[in-house]
Structures are given as C-alpha cells and as structure tokens.
C-alpha cells in the first residue's frame, strides 16, 4: 500500500505560479512512477505530468513549457511547478502513484486532492 498526501494549492491570478507537493509513504520501494493529474468540473480526469523512478518525464500538450515535474528521492516527494498559470488549469489536481505487480499489471493510489483556481 501507498499513501499519498498534496498540499501547496489555492488561488491565483492569471500568469501566477504555484507548486504543488505530494508525499509518498507505505511501499514507496514498489513505486515505479508518479504523477499529476487534474480534473475540472464536468471533465474527465485527465493527465498532467508524469516522472519514473528513472527521472523520465512527460507531460500534457497544454502544459508544456509552464509545468515542470521533478521528485526528491529523499523526501519520498514529488513536485510540480507551475508557471504562467490560466483559468483553463483550474481544477482539481490529483497526485498518482504506480506500482508494478510481480509477474504483470499494476496497481494505482491517489491523494485526496488539492483545489488549484486561477483567477482575477
């Protein structure tokens, strides 16, 4: 099992920043990669960014050049930065870990959520 705690959300205006955090604790030795996703109102959840144990990343089309993703091993925490922020990213976004079964499948945990707004 994993547990998985965000903060660092809240309200900001049109080109702000904020940075969300998200730590991992349980099985941590079994997470293969983790991630952000987001979910409007109305909307599917949808993903955001991701990062692997081997420090691959990727991200959603709308989001890139203005999100950064990056994990601190150490701190069992993973990060997004995000920059030059629009209404459209406002919802709420979620942290994921992946876990990989022993022969095949996987196994997905989430946080509880963190509330980000962007407006005037």
């Known amino acids: 099992q994993v547990q998985l705690v965000e903060s660092g959300g809240g309200l900001v205006q049109p080109g702000g920043s904020l940075r969300l955090s998200c730590v991992a604790s349980?099985?941590?030795?079994?997470?293969?990669?983790m991630g952000w996703y987001r979910q409007a109102p109305g909307k599917q959840r949808e993903l955001v960014a991701a990062i692997t144990s081997a420090g691959s990343t990727n991200y959603a089309d709308s989001v890139k050049g203005r999100f950064t993703i990056s994990r601190d091993n150490a701190k069992n925490t993973v990060y997004l930065q995000m920059n030059s922020l629009k209404p459209e990213d406002t919802a709420v976004y979620y942290c994921?870990?992946?876990?990989?079964?022993?022969?095949?499948?996987?196994?997905?945990?989430w946080g509880q959520g963190t509330q980000v707004t962007v407006s005037s």
């Open positions: 994921n870990a992946r876990t990989l079964r022993l022969y095949s499948g996987y196994d997905d945990y």
């Open positions: 349980g099985s941590i030795f079994r997470i293969n990669a």
